[in-house]
């Protein structure tokens, strides 16, 4: 079968021909039809999470997919064959990812989630949820910004950005959310209030003048130490300023007078069911900025890929 993968931590992601894994106990095998590129995918291939989990080579990478069930192992009673399953495929030990025509992956993945398609959903809108969507979930719940309170949201074109905007307004929170001008419309569509348009003005001094009393929270999705430190003054009293890409340092995480954290995806099989009812509700939706056949991913992986609107999120078409 085709696989994206690497024999070592820090070797470059290629196009493999790989023989199809078979399931064992507790574990499924799923026709992968759809998989997402998400941070951890070259995190993982790194080596940068190798104190996380386990990982045995050649490793296909690849974390967030979609497809059907066509074998089941031993002792599996959460999934049949023929279901459409979709999540965050983090086994313990993982060397199965989603980069893949087949993947075998825990019925309850260690490290991961995996649950059924709603039958609604293409599988190619479901690859591009489970991280990104689980993510942002994440972060706003710990950020606990009061009922019609206010959430900046520094970075809000990407994978997590985009989920964020729309779970956040679905809760009826004003959301104010930096964005370049060409993308400011957009992202006024997925729900912000207003928009900080990046480079118009110093940050904290345009913050200054939305939100003289300081924001109930401030997400950080970009990771830029300088710029959170700048913007900490922004935060009332009491609120909160958190960062899914380690965004703040270690004088930022002492301070007393804000709740801060460098934010990790937490509670993952919780999270996938909310982001599902979410989903199948209307209420949010991915944003996939472009779409790949599966041989362009170590592309895509090391380069990125150049999009015209919203950068959202990157799919692969496996079949």
């Known amino acids: 079968m085709r696989a994206i993968g690497i024999e070592r931590f820090g070797d ?6 790989l023989p199809v ?20 995918d070259m995190a993982i ?3 940068a999470l190798a104190a996380i989990g386990e990982y045995r080579f050649p490793l296909t990478l ?20 023929g279901d459409r399953v979709f ?50 979930l994440g972060a706003i719940d710990h950020a606990r910004v009061p009922e019609h309170g206010t959430l900046l949201v520094i970075g809000a074109t990407g994978g997590v950005g985009t989920f964020v905007v729309q779970a956040a307004a679905a809760r009826g929170l004003r959301v104010i959310a930096t964005a370049s001008a060409q993308l400011a419309e957009q992202v006024r569509e997925l729900g912000a209030s207003d928009i900080v348009v990046r480079g118009a003005e110093p940050l904290p001094q345009a913050l200054r003048g939305l939100e003289p009393e300081g924001f109930d929270a401030i997400l950080d999705l970009v990771g830029d130490r300088s710029l959170t430190s700048g913007v900490a003054g922004a935060v009332r009293d009491g609120g909160a300023l958190l960062s899914t890409a380690f965004g703040l340092d270690e004088r930022l995480l002492a301070d007393e007078r804000i709740r801060t954290a460098n934010y990790r995806l937490d509670r993952k099989p919780e999270r996938l069911a909310e982001l599902t009812r979410l989903v199948t509700a209307g209420a949010i939706r991915p944003v996939i900025g472009a779409e790949l056949p599966l041989e362009e991913a170590p592309r895509a992986l090391l380069d990125g890929v150049e999009v015209a609107g919203l950068r959202g999120k990157t799919v692969l078409r496996v079949h």
């Open 62 to 81: 690849g974390m967030d997919g979609a497809g059907t069930v066509i074998a089941i192992g031993d002792g599996v009673t959460e999934f049949r064959v």
């Open 21 to 40: 894994p078979e399931p064992g106990s507790g574990q499924v095998q799923v026709a992968i039809e759809a998989a997402a590129i998400s941070p951890l």
């Open 12 to 17: 470059t992601p290629e196009l493999k021909k």
């Open 45 to 47: 291939a790194s080596g």
């Open 87 to 136: 999540g965050q495929f983090w086994s313990r030990p993982l060397r199965c990812g989603t980069f893949a025509e087949v993947c075998v992956v825990q019925a309850a993945p260690a490290f991961g989630a995996l649950t059924a398609v709603p039958d609604e959903l293409p599988s190619h809108v479901a690859a591009a949820l489970p991280t990104s969507g689980m993510t942002a």
